[in-house]
Nanobody
């Protein structure tokens, strides 16, 4: 059974940083497409960043502020989030294998102004 466990969310002031982690078990983050999505209150879930092979893509609004990386040894992906803004407030979820793949439980990120 494939499982994803996110951690690292929390409350931070605008301009601050957080690093989200997504630890996988039962499958490898090295051989699957990995992604981060978020859902703000009252809004639809949206794609934030993804890693396919060696190619990383980002939503325009997070480019230059967020960085998705992968640790093969720990079978974990990370989302480093810098210069956070109140509009980044959302539940962030990790995904393995695309929208019809495996999802983590999500972690809350709250950015205060």
């Amino acid at each position: 059974q494939v499982q994803l466990v996110e951690s690292g969310g929390g409350l931070v002031q605008a301009g601050g940083s957080l690093r989200l982690s997504c630890a996988a078990s039962g499958s490898s983050v090295s051989t699957n497409n990995m992604g981060w999505y978020r859902q703000a209150p009252g809004k639809r879930q949206e794609w934030v960043a993804s890693l396919s092979g060696a190619v990383t893509n980002y939503k325009d609004s997070v480019k230059g502020r967020f960085t998705l990386t992968r640790d093969h040894a720990k079978n974990t992906v990370y989302l480093q989030m810098n210069n956070l803004k109140p509009e980044d407030t959302a539940v962030y979820s990790c995904n393995l294998g695309g929208p019809f793949g495996v999802w983590g439980q999500g972690t809350q990120v709250t950015v205060s102004s």
